[in-house]
């Protein structure tokens, strides 16, 4: 019933138009746990319960974004998800008979403040993203990562700390 509940508000959101945004906002009020105000999530957007969800201050979670929240899922605050990010609580058995059972794991996942996931990236159940951290576009994470890093790859490895030598200069911002 819960899942049935996550799939029509999922719905329900995914056909608002661009300008409809006091009701997106209602439908993720209603859909996750914790929804900070200032959570802005892209359509389309999938879960599987939704009250899993909890975003705690200015989240964006950008276009095709899929939330497996069979368990908490926590996104700090100033915390931007790429297009296509995937946030898998859930495991299937690798084993041949329990996976046949639909015997399977869930473990949380935490992203910590101001966490940058790249597009097209999976973060396995039981990983906690460290906070400032940047993730790679297309990257499988399937263990922590700490603080201040940039984590890149399959699977997910740190490259290097961030350090003020990643700064933008002034002349070469583009917006």
């Known amino acids: 019933e819960e899942q049935n509940r996550a799939k029509q508000l999922c719905w329900e959101y995914n056909r608002t138009a661009p300008k409809e ?3 997106r906002r209602e439908i993720l009020q209603e859909l996750l746990g914790t929804c900070h105000p200032m959570t802005g999530i892209e359509p389309d957007f999938h879960c599987d319960y939704g009250f899993n969800i909890h975003t705690h201050g200015l989240t964006v979670i ?3 974004c899929v939330i497996l929240d069979t368990s908490p899922v926590n996104i700090g605050a100033g915390a931007f998800i790429a297009p296509g990010v995937c946030l898998a609580c859930s495991g299937h058995a690798v084993d041949l008979g329990q996976r046949s059972q639909g015997i399977g794991t869930s473990a949380p996942i935490t992203l910590e403040e101001n966490v940058w996931i790249g597009a097209n990236t999976t ?3 039981g990983v906690t993203i460290g906070a400032g951290s940047v993730i790679g576009a ?3 994470v399937t263990h922590d990562i700490p603080a201040g890093v940039i984590a890149a790859g399959v699977p997910c490895r740190v490259i290097r700390p961030i350090t003020e030598k990643d700064k933008i200069r002034p002349e070469d911002i583009l917006f």
């Open 138 to 140: 297309g990257s499988v």
């Open 62 to 64: 950008n276009y095709n």
């Open 21 to 23: 945004q006091q009701k």
């Open 123 to 125: 973060v396995c159940g």
